[in-house]
């Protein structure tokens, strides 16, 4: 695990693991399609975490556009809320860059005006969206230490990461982005 502590004492985290159980977050982030229905990947595991209820809700919303999040309860899941962000497919929905970046930023944003006081993320569009893992790092890190100052209520931000390839990647481009941090 990575911890990054901002001037203003915010907090942003890397870790390996499983984004369903993080039972210590107010919030998680699904990495989701325009449908919001459940699909496979982080989506798909969310769902079937959360039960049938998450999608009976979250589809009153559908379709939401590139870069556009909306909130719902969790359910079955350890935290209180879940964010449905819709992420760019690289290569298709251009400028790829700005539109992850704005996914980030919109959850942020929508997280912090509910009152939320840490956040869950995935690596958003890196699995069948296909987005590189070492360019969508880069993009998400910078987006995430950039609004994160602006937020009076968000104090903690997590990535969580399936396996060590993605790990790895937030890592380095966080080693590039800020220098030194505190690996526990």
């Not at 990495?31 to 999608?55: F, K």
């Not at 399936?162 to 690996?183: I, K, M, P, Q």
Request: proline share 5%; glycine share 8%; net charge neutral.
């Amino acid at each position: 695990m990575v911890r990054y502590r901002l001037k203003d004492g915010k907090i942003l985290e890397l870790v390996r693991g499983d984004i369903t159980k993080q039972n210590d977050l107010q919030a998680i982030v699904n990495s989701a399609n325009a449908r919001l229905t459940p699909g496979g990947g982080v989506s798909g595991a969310i769902h079937r975490a959360a039960g049938p209820q998450l999608y009976e809700e979250a589809k009153r919303y559908a379709p939401i556009k590139v870069s556009e999040c909306v909130i719902t309860s969790a359910y079955n899941l350890p935290n209180d809320y879940v964010i449905h962000c819709l992420g760019p497919v690289y290569g298709q929905d251009v400028p790829s860059d700005i539109l992850l970046s704005k996914t980030y930023e919109n959850a942020l944003r929508l997280a912090d005006r509910k009152g939320i006081k840490s956040v869950g993320f995935p690596s958003i569009s890196t699995g069948i969206f296909g987005y590189p893992v070492e360019e969508a790092s880069k993009v998400a890190l910078e987006s995430i230490l950039r609004v994160l100052p602006e937020l009076k209520n968000v104090q903690r931000v997590r990535m969580v990461l399936w396996g060590e390839e993605s790990y790895n990647a937030y890592r380095d481009a966080l080693r590039g982005l800020v220098g030194e941090f505190e690996e526990i």
